[in-house]
């Protein structure tokens, strides 16, 4: 079955600092999805990434980048130079059976603060 | 990218009583709908995967006779909780998932309150 794991519940940084948000994953598929996805207070969930498990070249977009590394089973994704508007709760996501519109398995979730 | 709705966004409901969500693609035909739950502060965990004229089918634990859900055309997918207790109170997420891209949109979600 698969398994995501974000060991991460609660994370507070100053504005301007970097930080890594983790993410481990469990399954036994090789073809499979991961995705990020960033909660607001408002609950709306909103898209940040896919990735599948053929493609472990590192992602930039603006600050966030992310680091997809197969042999550790990890997706970590890093918001450089965070600012307040980054706060809210950031979940990893798998989706396996080859496609990236199956079911997903979403790991705890990481609350991110970020102070002024 | 695509869209999907929910309504209503926030309902209140008495205990006993039951409340119907619906989940809409706005702009493209689902064939695969999916209903999450997430309790406070909690990650969201899937109920139930919804298709398109057939019967849903239902993760271990949620109870199928009262999460009621009916997918009857191919924008359309509807939770119904029945005869709602407090405990039932959640937010509520259902996705779509467009063919043949394979790619999953979530709707904006709808808070239940079971006073």
């Known amino acids: 079955a698969q398994k995501v794991t974000q060991a991460q519940t609660e994370i507070s940084v100053v504005e301007k600092e970097d930080v890594t948000l983790d993410c481990v994953y469990e399954?036994?598929?090789?073809?499979?999805?991961l995705f990020w996805y960033k909660q607001p207070p408002s609950g709306e969930l909103v898209f940040l990434i896919r990735?599948?498990?053929?493609?472990?070249q590192n992602e930039i977009s603006g600050r966030y980048s992310w680091n997809f590394q197969k042999s550790t089973s990890s997706f970590n994704f890093t918001i450089t130079a965070s600012q307040v508007v980054d706060s809210a709760v950031y979940f990893c996501?798998?989706?396996?059976?080859?496609?990236?519109?199956?079911?997903?398995?979403f790991g705890g979730g990481t609350r991110l603060m970020v102070k002024p | 990218g695509a869209v999907v709705s929910q309504h209503p966004s926030r309902v209140i409901c008495k205990s006993g009583t039951s409340v119907k969500i619906e989940c809409r693609s706005l702009?493209?035909?689902?064939?695969?709908m999916f209903w999450y739950r997430q309790f406070p502060k909690q990650s969201l965990m899937l109920m139930a995967t919804?298709?398109?004229?057939?019967?849903?089918?239902?993760e271990q634990g949620v109870e199928k006779d009262k999460f009621l859900i009916n997918h009857a055309s191919l924008t359309l997918s509807t939770l119904t909780v029945t005869s709602a207790h407090p405990e039932d109170s959640s937010f509520y997420i259902c996705?779509?998932?467009?063919?043949?891209?394979?790619?999953?949109?979530f709707g904006p979600g709808t808070r239940l309150t079971v006073t």
């Open positions: 996705s779509a998932v467009t063919a043949p891209l394979y790619e999953q949109y």
């Open positions: 399954t036994r598929d090789t073809t499979y999805y």
């Open positions: 990735r599948n498990s053929f493609d472990e």
């Open positions: 996501a798998l989706s396996e059976a080859g496609n990236a519109g199956n079911m997903l398995t």
């Open positions: 702009d493209f035909q689902a064939t695969t």
């Open positions: 919804s298709n398109e004229g057939s019967k849903a089918t239902y």
